[in-house]
């Protein structure tokens, strides 16, 4: 006989059916303030209460406490009066309220092997009086059939037929009996799918994909099917998250008020990409933690949470109704109505929150198109800088070329830098911290292709770079033009080879004109190098072709030279080079050489301090 039909049998819902876990847990509340603590009635009375309550006090069988019922009934008082009803002691009645809410676990070893139906039916056809099983499962490590029941009476019934019930090939049934406080909310293979079919069915409207599950714990067809639901346990929201996932992810509506749910862990899991409302009212939520929890469900915009602790007005920690708008928003920004309250539509960046992955560091970030062309316009740039004079640089800037220095400061670095100074270059920096004057600010911007050359062939110090620190970035190839910045080391070496090392970034801005690519603009920041830069800076190699050596000599002079200087043709071919070396016209290259008694290297060296000293005039590198 089916669970249905038994309990249809007997008049629909049992007396010994469990009563709502909702009104269990909330009985502490509604004591308060009664007159001698009486408890709250946990179900509603019913004709054969005052029957089975004399069938308590005067029953005569061993109960489970070890207690007989015969001395129960002799301390209970039964007064038996003509013409009156029958009376029996108040306190015996609380002790039957009590019962009510005690739980028995029935375990059965064999159960698994024998099959779940085939025991129940068994256990059912040698019993003496029907009792009614809840949760009643095959736990699947032990192999061990277990169900639950609510009266003491089934519980001694049952303890009284252990080793007494034999099924055919498997002896005799081993039924252990033992209090529970609730019944465990698992659910084996046959349980889920009963539970399955039933919200599906039952529970779940097709036409408005709205699925109620509210207030699972009074639901008397469960409570026939030996299913008794408790959403406040996570084993039991567990298995109910894994049904809806699977079976009714289509659910735009979602019902789970009155559960007794006091923490929403296991709804991480929850898989619904179009649920839009979830009502959570009347439930044991006490912390807006738990809100995070719903963060995957991203099309949900209406959220039921009345008649929780979490927003009652003892529980909300003095927040005002903004404070208590803002703190949802936080944990559920996608949310546009709390109950019956608007949210405020959330302004905030379109920052992803997941973490960011950088990429890993290169010494370029050059389009590979772009790669060539920059490689050797960068080295073809950094050999003409690194030329005495800087002459060939002429080919290299638009006539309208702007160029801007900026020396930075390394007072308060937390990197080691080495002390070097910096000499009259201090004055030409266009640091932007330090300069307020507007007038000096357009003073240091140099414009036009002479202005440029001229600063970088006599303000700025003889260099030689260092090729492998160089890197290299490309911000803009748009509207044939090409930004991109270049980081490296160089050395100064006015002084010789052991001259200071800087770093320095340089930004270009270059142009695609008939001519072909020009330099319109050209900034340069630089900075001491730092200890370690220092010790990886690539010694000075020999200078290349056009740079003035510092050991270079004369031809031997004959004898005449030695008296009257040298001929007219080496006097030439030194004024040539020197003016090639040194980047000034033919004019100033003879009037140093004869000011040093064409003493090649006394006339570079004078050169040298000249050009630190800024005392060589502008005219010196005009051409006619």
Not at 310 to 321: D, F, H, V
Not at 341 to 346: H, N
Not at 417 to 427: D, E, F, R
Not at 504 to 521: D, E, Y
Request: hydrophobic share 35%.
């Amino acid at each position: 006989m089916s669970y249905r039909n038994y309990s249809a049998r007997e008049g629909g819902r049992h007396h010994t059916d469990p009563t709502s876990s909702r009104f269990n847990s909330q009985s502490k509340y509604h004591q308060r303030g009664r007159g001698n603590n009486r408890p709250v009635p946990n179900r509603r009375p019913t004709a054969g209460d005052d029957l089975e309550n004399i069938t308590v006090s005067i029953g005569r069988h061993l109960t489970t406490d070890g207690v007989g019922t015969q001395r129960s009934a002799i301390r209970g008082r039964i007064v038996n009066r003509p013409h009156r009803p029958i009376q029996i002691n108040s306190n015996r009645m609380n002790d039957r309220d009590n019962n009510q809410m005690r739980w028995w676990r029935i375990s059965i070893p064999q159960a698994g092997a024998i099959g779940k139906e085939r025991v129940l039916s068994t256990l059912k056809a040698n019993c003496a009086r029907q009792f009614q099983p809840y949760h009643y499962f095959i736990d699947s490590d032990t192999n061990t059939g277990v169900f639950f029941i609510n009266s003491q009476q089934d519980a001694d019934m049952l303890k009284r037929a252990n080793r007494k019930i034999e099924i055919q090939n498997f002896g005799t049934l081993s039924i252990m009996v033992s209090q529970a406080s609730c019944p465990a909310p698992s659910l084996d293979e046959d349980l889920q799918r009963h539970f399955r079919d039933y919200i599906c069915n039952r529970r779940f409207n097709a036409q408005t994909f709205q699925l109620n599950l509210s207030n699972l714990a009074d639901d008397e067809e469960l409570s026939a099917l030996g299913i008794y639901p408790q959403l406040n346990k996570q084993a039991f929201l567990r298995d109910v998250v894994v049904i809806i996932n699977k079976d009714l992810p289509i659910t735009r509506q979602l019902d789970l008020g009155s559960n007794n749910i006091s923490n929403l862990y296991e709804f991480r899991k929850l898989n619904l990409i179009h649920l839009e409302q979830l009502s959570l009212a009347s439930n044991q939520l006490k912390s807006f933690e738990e809100l995070s929890h719903l963060k995957q469900l991203t099309h949900l915009n209406h959220l039921f949470l009345k008649d929780n602790p979490l927003i009652s007005t003892n529980n909300r920690r003095n927040l005002s109704r903004d404070e208590f708008i803002s703190t949802i928003q936080q944990k559920l920004p996608q949310l546009k109505r709390v109950d019956d309250i608007e949210l405020p539509t959330k302004i905030g960046f379109g920052v992803d929150n997941e973490a960011i992955h950088l990429p890993p560091t290169v010494p370029h970030c050059v389009p590979q198109e772009m790669q060539a062309f920059l490689a050797k316009f960068i080295d073809e740039y950094y050999r003409l800088f690194d030329t005495r004079g800087r002459g060939e640089l002429h080919a290299c800037y638009h006539d309208t070329c702007m160029f801007s220095l900026c020396i930075a400061p390394t007072e308060g670095s937390i990197v080691q830098t080495k002390s070097y100074k910096y000499g009259a270059l201090i004055y030409d920096s266009r640091n932007l911290k330090k300069i307020f004057d507007d007038n000096k600010r357009t003073a240091l911007l140099r414009h036009g292709k002479a202005d440029v050359l001229d600063f970088l062939r006599v303000r700025f110090p003889l260099t030689k770079h260092d090729g492998k620190s160089f890197h290299v970035d490309v911000f803009s190839t748009a509207n044939s033009r090409a930004i991109f910045s270049v980081n490296g080391l160089y050395r100064e070496i006015d002084q010789g080879v052991n001259g200071p090392v800087r770093s320095f970034q340089r930004t270009f801005t270059c142009s695609q004109t008939s001519s072909g690519v020009l330099i319109v603009a050209d900034h340069i920041m630089i900075i001491n190098a730092t200890d370690n830069q220092v010790m990886s800076m690539t010694r000075s190699t020999p200078p290349t072709n056009g740079t003035i050596p510092t050991t270079t000599t004369a031809p031997p002079p004959t004898i005449m030279e030695s008296q009257a200087g040298p001929s007219i043709d080496i006097q030439a071919q030194m004024i040539q080079k020197f003016s090639q070396e040194s980047g000034m016209n033919i004019e100033y290259s003879r009037l140093c050489l004869v000011e040093n008694d064409w003493n090649y290297n006394k006339a570079a060296q004078k050169f040298q301090d000249c050009q630190k000293m800024n005392l060589i005039p502008p005219e010196a590198f005009r051409t006619s």
